[in-house]
């Protein structure tokens, strides 16, 4: 059986998890065709894993307008009525608004070239990662086909704002919905109408744990390292990062940050680590591949996120893989990873002066940071193995077969 994979842009480097999934499947027999509302640009392939996916996936954009024109004419000269029903959804799937309108016009001609090509390739599933805009073009490109599609949920942008207030017709129309942790399945649970609940799955994503470098003796730095990577985004919280580390230093903490990740927050974070005098104690490192950010979490004593809301993040599970001890905020899905005190350190969202607390307890104690990391690496290894994570879904794959 061809199961199409709709994402808004793939590869891209804050999808690395969603080739993990795609990888794991394939290994098992199940055939994946991945598709791309948008073309990453060149400086967001860094890895030789990411340039084959790109070489491998069918990108809806940028198009030429005669091919559209030419996509369009075919769809509704063979298929009049359900081209202006699929028209039809696409003005009433959407939020209220001009803007909106406009939208719908176009995920509706995106559609239709998408429509096109999984056609021709005899596509008959078609799974979308995350709810938002690439969901609308999956949505109705399966409308008008007549197959059947599915997607996963992932985090706050699924839920929020439009892509929540449509959940519950693409919940309606699904065969199925992957919810990646339980917090997920509730916050879906909460939009869409209970009789759509029993559609809600979960199942993990996770870490491809044989290809996973072998933890290495952590070497001896001046300064314990705290590692960070994220998007340089206001979600992530990193000027309260910084906040929480400039208390932590003022406390006699022996800690040096390095941030990987880029993103518009970049001035901002650089502006604040100078406000707190800490240019010697924090390096910005900007996008890294794989390999790159395993080398760095090797050399890490402490791994820490501070974001204000997440889903479950797969670098989580990465930094306890390679026996990294970790500080991330009570949030969402994260204590379903993170128990507090047995497989790391959880702080209260948002408050700084808890997670330099965290920070200055975590740098003191060496026995804990062994403990914990060592609780944290089982448990990656008992339910976040990509091999076991993906089970729930591929057998929905193949009960489709």
Request: hydrophobic share 45%; proline share 4%; aromatic share 8%.
């Amino acid at each position: 059986m061809h199961i199409a994979y709709l994402i808004s842009q793939y590869p891209a480097p804050s999808h690395t998890f969603i080739r993990r999934e795609i990888n794991a499947l394939r290994h098992c027999g199940i055939d994946i065709q991945t598709f791309s509302v948008r073309l990453p640009s060149p400086e967001e392939i860094i890895s030789e894993a990411d340039r084959q996916e790109f070489k491998n996936t069918w990108y809806i954009l940028p198009t030429y307008p005669l091919a559209l024109l030419k996509a369009h004419a075919i769809s509704l000269i063979q298929h009049p009525f359900i081209y202006f029903k699929t028209i039809t959804l696409a003005f009433r799937h959407r939020v209220p608004g001009i803007r909106a309108l406009f939208y719908a016009l176009f995920y509706f001609a995106e559609a239709i070239l998408l429509a096109r090509e999984l056609k021709q390739r005899n596509i008959r599933h078609l799974h979308n990662h995350f709810a938002q805009a690439g969901a609308i073009v999956g949505f109705l490109a399966t409308h008008y086909l007549g197959i059947k599609w599915s997607l996963t949920l992932h985090g706050v942008c699924d839920f929020e704002n439009a892509a929540g207030q449509l959940l519950n017709q693409k919940v309606a129309t699904s065969q199925f919905v992957v919810c990646v942790s339980h917090f997920g399945r509730a916050q879906a649970m909460r939009l869409v109408e209970p009789i759509y609940w029993s559609k809600l799955i979960i199942s993990r994503c996770g870490v491809e744990l044989e290809n996973m470098p072998a933890p290495l003796s952590k070497e001896k730095h001046e300064h314990l390292q705290v590692l960070c990577v994220a998007r340089l985004s206001p979600e992530k919280g990193l000027l309260g990062l910084v906040d929480a580390f400039a208390i932590a230093v003022k406390q006699g903490a022996n800690i040096e940050l390095r941030l990987i990740g880029e993103g518009a927050e970049r001035s901002n974070i650089e502006k604040r680590i100078t406000e707190h005098e800490l240019q010697a104690h924090c390096t910005l490192l900007g996008v890294a591949s794989d390999t790159e950010v395993f080398k760095e979490l090797s050399s890490a004593d402490i791994f820490v996120i501070s974001s204000f809301m997440e889903g479950l993040p797969v670098v989580l599970m990465e930094a306890l893989a390679l026996n990294v001890p970790v500080i991330a905020p009570c949030v969402a899905g994260i204590p379903e990873l993170v128990k507090t005190g047995q497989s790391g350190l959880l702080f209260n969202p948002a408050d700084w002066d808890d997670l330099a607390e965290k920070l200055v307890l975590l740098s003191r104690d060496g026995e804990m940071r062994v403990r914990l990391a060592t609780e944290g690496q089982r448990r990656v290894q008992a339910e976040f193995d990509i091999r076991r994570a993906i089970e729930p879904l591929l057998s929905k794959f193949q009960n489709e077969a």
